[in-house]
Nanobody, 124 residues
Framework: QVRLVESGGGSVQAGGSLRLSCVAS??????MAWFRQAPGKEREGVAV????????GYADSVKGRFTISQDKTKNTVYLRVNSLKPQDTAMYYC???????????????????WGQGTQVTVSS
């Protein structure tokens, strides 16, 4: 059974940092991403691990502040979020494609599996 389980969210002040984790089980994914969704807004792809994990891609809004990485030995993908802003407040989701991806795919419709989400709240 395929499962993605996120953790690491929380409430922080602007300028703070968090590390989100996503543990994948049941499949060895080669294309994984982090999305976020704020109330009343569409789900946004913020960071993608693609090319069999060798490459990364980011939304313009988070470039230079967010870093996606993985630990293959733990089947875990991380999202380090630095210099947080109130507009980063959202539910953050881990997603995975059963097939690979050779470019930073940020269309949520292209992902097959989703975690339950972890909330990030940034206060000013």
């Amino acid at each position: 059974q395929v499962r993605l389980v996120e953790s690491g969210g929380g409430s922080v002040q602007a300028g703070g940092s968090l590390r989100l984790s996503c543990v994948a089980s049941g499949y060895n994914f080669k294309c994984m991403a982090w999305f976020r969704q704020a109330p009343g807004k569409e789900r946004e792809g913020v960071a993608v691990l693609y090319g069999h994990g060798g490459s990364t891609g980011y939304a313009d809004s988070v470039k230079g502040r967010f870093t996606i990485s993985q630990d293959k030995t733990k089947n875990t993908v991380y999202l380090r979020v630095n210099s947080l802003k109130p507009q980063d407040t959202a539910m953050y989701y881990c997603a995975a494609r059963a097939g690979g991806c050779w470019y930073p795919e940020r269309d949520p419709g292209r992902y097959d599996y989703w975690g339950q989400g972890t909330q990030v709240t940034v206060s000013s």
